[in-house]
């Protein structure tokens, strides 16, 4: 093996690749951060008869993650931009988990009592897991170059699929065998391992131990935001998180059409995670075991679909169209592909539900390149708040979707008026996308200095 300096040379002449690396551990977090909102509604179909729950009843407890997830957008954000991704990010980890491995001992609890708890316990894990997203996008935007963003985004964003694939089976074999409490006791577990893992392998651009100065230029010459980390030399000031900002973004009529666009998306997301499993469960008649098997094939679909539509979109872009048109195409297309599920209204062979529902669940990973968007968009001093907001205002859907699929179900006692207000939230998207979203681009504020001066 050639040693000295021409071979260090050569060395530091080929690029490194920690940038995927980075980016699977974006994947692996996000999916068990997904998976803990899909263990809700796998153990969920066992414990709604331990804890005495209808479907209303059952809509709220779904609901209740999002409650404090969304409130903490904004704050989460704002603590992002101030103390970096791998502080705030890695102490979301330790939080959640301790959430998961305190409900599953709720169980021990009276019914009553245990919905209370767990109710609570929910809420501090929405609270707890508000970082997790805009950090994505933070580090996203810092890791990579804008031709790549898309793949990027859609990688880790295809960990809602990824997570249904992976975990609904086990989570449902694990009910089935053992209970509905050993599931939070499973995951919360893991997801401690996870923190560890977290620690030691994220790192800020320039930081990073197993980067070269190689790929730092890359990055940094592709639009990589490579100085938003604190402690960076040339990193801009995190300015407070004042309603001021959030007022100028709100001011932005192609973020506020991303936005919509995001709640709308979203919609389609937690009826995937909250209220699928229990439509396979109640209106097509499947045991937990299966439930948990079935659910995991569309969810399959929509990982395959989530990384073409950034796959596709990068290529668009790579080839010489605009950065609107690489990234509408792809929604608008996902989002019209999603329309298919309302084909199970009409439908009464299993497999022709399981078809569509892939079908759909696929339209919706090929069109959720909202995070992609949101680094693209967002003005630089502002990613992680503008993150945080947008986050904030798509999973409101995690509230309203719960909540009023469950009075839909239990009003009428049927799924089908349910499938009908989701399909009519992804054709909202496309309206949200094309005239109200426009050109995108990055947007440039002018933000006031902080009184004094800069430090």
Known sequence: MATGPGAALAQEQRATHVRYLIVLMLFVASSFSYGDRVMLSIAGIAFSSDLHMDA??????????????????LPAGGLLDRFGSKRVYGTSIVCWSLCAILAGFAGFL????????????????????????????????????????????????????FSLVLFAPILGWITNRWGWK??????????LLLSLLWAKMIHGVKSHPRINQREIDHIEQGGGLVNIDPGTSSAQRAPRLTWAAIRMLLSNRMLVGIYIGQYC????????LTWFPVYLSQARHMSILKVGVMAALPALCGFIGGILGGVVSDKLLQSGHSLTLARKVPIVTG????????????????????????LAF?????????????????????????????????????????????????????????????VATALMAIVAYLPI??????????LPEPAGGAA
């Open 56 to 73: 209303v009843r059952l809509g709220y407890l779904f609901s209740g993650f999002s409650w404090a997830y969304v409130v903490a957008q």
């Open 110 to 161: 009276p019914a009553t009592a245990a919905f209370v708890v767990i109710f609570c316990l929910r809420l501090l894990s929405g609270l707890a897991q508000s970082p997790v997203f805009p950090g994505n996008g933070r580090i996203v935007a810092s890791w990579f170059p804008t031709a790549e963003r898309g793949r990027a985004s859609a990688i880790f964003n295809a960990s809602q699929y």
């Open 182 to 191: 050993e599931c939070f006791w499973f995951l919360g577990g893991l997801a």
């Open 265 to 272: 998306i979203t919609t389609l997301t937690w009826f995937f």
């Open 335 to 358: 989002m019209l592909l999603s329309v298919t599920m309302i084909g199970c209204n009409y439908a009464s062979a299993q497999w022709v539900v399981m078809v569509l529902m892939s």
């Open 362 to 422: 696929f339209g919706k990973g090929f069109g959720a390149l909202g995070w992609t968007v949101i680094a693209d968009t967002s003005p630089k001093p502002l990613i992680g708040v503008n993150g945080g907001l947008f986050n904030l205002i798509g999973n409101l859907a995690g509230i309203t979707t719960p909540i009023i699929i469950g009075y839909i179900v239990k009003r009428t006692g049927s799924f089908n008026d349910a499938l009908i207000f989701v």
């Open 437 to 446: 979203v426009g050109e995108i681009k990055r947007v440039d504020l002018k």
